[in-house]
Structure formats: structure tokens, C-alpha cells
């Protein structure tokens, strides 16, 4: 699939975005850091297991910068007492005449409208998001490795325009020091920087973090040219890793490497 297939291909369907291992994304990165055997596992089995706390975030995410499709792909299950006899049969009665619709609790939903609505009070969130850019963005790239080797590589950006990158995170704890712990542990600064490299023109990257919790608690955080160093370093010794190991067929679950830790 050619760079320009795989475009329109990723912007018209959601599905084949996230299913696609042609095209390298940050999260299949974090799979490659994992193990490469999970990668190739993920990529031979197409498993992709949607936890609640994933759920959440992606009806956060198109609450937020696609309204129209939280509407038309999310409902808000109501709160039945599984334990129950009647409790099973009402909740197995409302999940089979939802279709393909994807759920919410009735309490997450309420935190999700006061995520929204805290958010939509914030003027420097409204002035982010509305300076003349695009939400949820699919961009596919080519990484050159080496001279005999292009990577091909592809984001889907929450916001993007001429100057910045934005990218929306729910969180447990937003305050600074913690904030930083989840961009080590999930990779974010490793996506800021992958994000960033792919455009032509130098952009600068946000995050907005916000609390999933009373009071819902939030802030915007600038990434920092060292903080995209970092992850910069990190994304590309993993793609070097993709190239070895998958591209090169060079992984042997039989002959596991020593690590130190």
C-alpha cells in the first residue's frame, strides 16, 4: 500500500487505522519496547483488548474534538446489579439491542460531561483548540533509518495546526511531578517527539492533562526541547529494533536476550 493509499485509506476508516502493521504507530513502539514478540503477536492475531480505562479515554477524546461521532458510537449503559438474577438478564437484554455501539457506565458519564464542561470554561484550552487547526488528524510518513532502509510510520493527531501539536490525556494525577512519571511510563514523550519529527515544519507539542475525578483538576503542558530529546532517542532505537526484528524476521522466542535493569 503506497503512502497516498494508506492516507486516504487511515483519514475515511478508523478501523483499518488501528488494525493496520504495515504503517508503524507510537502505541505498536510501545509494544516493540515491551518485547517484540508482543508485537508480532498483536500483528498475527489482530488482538487488541479494549479495557474500561481505554474506553473512557477514547469517549473523552470524541467528546472533545468529535461530538458528533461520541453521539453516534457511544451509549451510556444504565447501572444494573449484575449479581442479580434480574440485574444479568436486564444488563444481557440492553447490551444485545445496542449493536456495535461502544459503552460507558452511568457514572463515568457523569465525570465525562463535567470533564467537558471544565474544559470548555478554560479560555487557554478554547484559544488551543479553535486558532485555525484540525482535530483528530491521521498523518502517514516515511522514517529513513539508513541509507538502504524508509520505515513507514503513521499518528493520529488529536489536534493539529501550523504552530502546535496538541495531544488531550485523562489522568489520575495532573500535578507536575506526576504528570512527568506517566510521560516515562506510557511513552508520551516518545509520542510528542515522534509526532513532531513527522512534520515538515518545526512545531511546538502540548498536552492537556486532566483529572478523571472531582474536580477534574487540569493543565497544559508545554513538552520541552529536552523532554523531546528523550523521546527522540527512544522512538528511534525502537524503530531501529522494528527493523531488526520484524522487518528482518530476527526475533527467536527460543533465544531470549539478557537485560540489565
Known amino acids: 500500500m503506497t503512502k497516498k493509499e494508506a492516507q486516504e485509506k487511515f483519514v475515511s476508516d ?5 488494525s ?19 508485537y508480532i503477536h ?11 480505562p481505554m474506553m473512557f479515554g477514547d469517549a473523552f477524546h470524541k467528546m472533545i474534538l468529535e461530538p458528533d461521532k461520541f453521539e453516534k458510537e457511544f451509549i451510556i ?7 442479580t438474577k434480574i440485574g444479568k438478564a436486564e444488563y444481557e437484554e440492553f447490551m444485545s439491542s445496542i449493536g ?4 460507558v457506565t452511568s457514572f463515568e458519564a457523569h465525570d465525562l460531561f463535567l470533564m467537558r464542561d471544565k474544559l470548555s470554561a478554560d479560555n487557554t484550552v478554547f484559544t488551543l483548540l479553535n486558532s485555525g487547526g484540525k482535530n483528530e488528524v491521521v498523518d502517514v510518513w516515511e522514517h529513513q533509518l539508513n541509507e538502504n532502509l524508509t520505515i513507514g510510520c503513521k499518528g493520529k493527531f488529536d489536534h493539529l495546526n501550523d504552530h502546535y ?16 512519571e506517566s510521560c516515562e511510563k506510557y511513552g508520551y514523550f516518545r509520542q ?20 478523571k475525578k472531582a474536580p477534574y483538576f487540569h493543565r497544559i503542558y508545554k513538552v520541552s526541547e529536552e523532554s523531546l530529546e528523550r523521546g527522540r532517542e527512544e522512538y528511534k532505537l525502537l524503530l531501529y529494533l522494528y527493523a531488526k526484528y520484524v522487518v528482518a524476521s530476527g526475533y527467536d522466542i527460543h533465544n531470549t536476550d539478557i537485560c540489565s535493569i
Open 14 to 18: 478508523d478501523n483499518a487505522y488501528y
Open 20 to 38: 493496520d502493521f504495515e504503517y508503524v504507530t507510537n502505541s505498536q513502539l510501545g509494544l516493540i519496547k515491551k518485547g517484540p514478540e508482543v
Open 42 to 52: 498483536r500483528k498475527e492475531t489482530g488482538e487488541f483488548p479494549m479495557t474500561q
Open 77 to 83: 449503559r444504565p447501572n444494573l446489579d449484575k449479581r
Open 100 to 103: 456495535d455501539k461502544k459503552t
Open 165 to 180: 501539536i496538541i495531544d488531550l490525556k485523562t489522568t489520575r494525577d495532573c500535578s507536575p511531578d506526576a504528570f512527568r
Open 192 to 211: 510528542a517527539a515522534f509526532y513532531v519529527d513527522s512534520q515538515p515544519e518545526k512545531k511546538d507539542f502540548y498536552f492537556i492533562a486532566i483529572e
